[in-house]
């Protein structure tokens, strides 16, 4: 069982940055991936980035050029940096991650485990 607990979301003005965390334990590597996804009101959850065990990742159209993950292996946490923020990417972000993807079907990671969610919300 992998626990992910999420943190650093809140209020931002459009065109500003913020860095979301989520923490795993035991590991980050007791799973294949992590990754962040985000659901709007009315809309369906998307995947924002995954970072795989093995380093290699993979941004959303939607974000590229806007957002970068990465992770810290001592402090089994995964970050999601996003600047330029949009009125569009108000949403409930979620850490998940896959537990059995290999190779590059973690680029569309399933949601095996999954944090509580952290609200990010883009108004000025």
């Known amino acids: 069982q992998v626990q992910l607990v999420e943190s650093g979301g809140g209020l931002v003005q459009p065109g500003g940055s913020l860095t979301l965390s989520c923490t795993a334990s035991?590991?980050?590597?007791?799973?294949?991936?992590i990754a962040w996804f985000r659901q709007a009101p009315g809309k369906e959850r998307e995947l924002v980035a995954v970072?795989?065990?093995?380093?290699?990742?993979n941004i959303a159209d939607a974000v590229v050029g806007r957002a970068d993950i990465s992770r810290d292996a001592a402090k089994n946490t995964v970050y999601l940096q996003m600047r330029r923020l949009k009125v569009e990417d108000t949403a409930v972000y979620y850490c998940?991650?896959?537990?059995?993807?290999?190779?590059?079907?973690?680029?569309?990671?399933?949601?095996?485990?999954w944090g509580q969610g952290t609200q990010v919300t883009v108004s000025s």
């Open positions: 970072i795989s065990s093995g380093g290699g990742y």
């Open positions: 998940g991650a896959d537990k059995e993807c290999a190779g590059y079907g973690c680029y569309n990671p399933r949601g095996h485990y």
């Open positions: 035991p590991s980050i590597f007791s799973v294949n991936a």
